[in-house]
C-alpha cells in the first residue's frame, strides 16, 4: 500500500519561498512519476509540477521560473521549491504519485497525499 505523506506547509509573505516536501513509502519510489497539485478554495485542484521517473520537469505557465520540483530516489521524497510566491498561490497543496503517467492529468495518478495548507499574504 503507498502512502503519501507530506510536509506541513505555512505562511510566507508576498515575494518568500517555501519549500514542501512529499514521502512515499510502501513501493519503490524510483518506480512512480511524481507530480504537485493545488487546490484553492471554490476553485477546480490544478496542475503545478511534475517529474518523471527519469527526472525531466513540467510546469504550467503559471508557476514556471517560479517552482522547482525535485526527486531524491534515495530519500524516496519529492520537493516543490516555491519562490516569489503571490497571493494567488494560497491553496491546499497536494503531492501525486503514478506507475504510468506523468504529467498534467489528473486522473493519471493513483495515489495522493492528505494535502497541506499554504497561505501567501499581501
Known amino acids: 500500500q503507498v502512502t503519501l505523506v507530506e510536509s506541513k506547509g505555512g505562511w510566507v509573505q508576498a515575494g518568500g519561498s517555501l519549500t514542501l516536501s512529499c514521502t512515499l513509502s510502501g513501493r519503490t519510489f524510483s518506480s512512480y512519476a511524481m507530480g504537485w497539485f493545488r487546490q484553492a478554495p471554490g476553485k477546480e485542484r490544478e496542475y503545478v509540477a511534475g517529474i518523471s521517473w527519469s527526472g525531466s520537469t513540467d510546469y504550467p505557465e503559471s508557476v514556471k521560473g517560479r517552482f522547482t520540483i525535485a526527486r531524491d530516489n534515495a530519500k524516496s521524497t519529492a520537493h516543490l521549491h516555491m519562490n516569489s510566491l503571490k497571493p494567488e498561490d494560497t491553496a491546499v497543496y497536494y503531492c501525486?504519485?503514478?506507475?504510468?503517467?506523468?504529467?498534467?492529468?489528473?486522473?493519471?495518478?493513483?495515489?495522493w497525499g492528505q494535502g497541506t495548507q499554504v497561505t501567501v499574504s499581501s
Open positions: 501525486a504519485a503514478s506507475l504510468d503517467y506523468s504529467g498534467s492529468y489528473l486522473g493519471g495518478y493513483q495515489h
